[in-house]
């Protein structure tokens, strides 16, 4: 067996998913700068969309709007209520 902290099954060397995914991490965040503000509201809608389709229980999403020399900025945090779905909601978008 090897000498790794993480609490490993010497048969197989897998990990308990506790390990790796303790649900200390339960947001995701979005942030970029779009030409106008109709594209930012389309992304928004787009993305809560997706988290609302992740979520067990109801996503905390907070965006704001700000304006930039090159258009308008969107910042989106997305709470999610535990870390998976945080994870599938973050794969989901690549």
Do not use: H, W
């Not at 902290?5 to 390990?19: I, K, L, W």
């Not at 905390?60 to 999610?80: M, N, P, Q």
Request: proline residues 2%; aromatic residues 6%; negative net charge.
């Amino acid at each position: 067996m090897s000498k790794c902290s993480a609490d490993e099954t010497p048969v197989c060397c897998c990990m308990d998913v506790g390990t790796i995914m303790d649900n200390t991490d339960c947001t995701a965040s979005y942030s970029r700068v779009f030409a106008n503000r109709a594209q930012a509201e389309e992304t928004l809608a787009a993305l809560t969309a997706k988290a609302r389709g992740v979520e067990s229980e109801p996503c905390e999403i907070t965006s704001t709007f700000s304006d930039v020399a090159d258009g308008v900025k969107l910042d989106i945090d997305f709470v999610f209520a535990c870390e998976a779905e945080t994870l599938i909601f973050q794969l989901g978008l690549r």
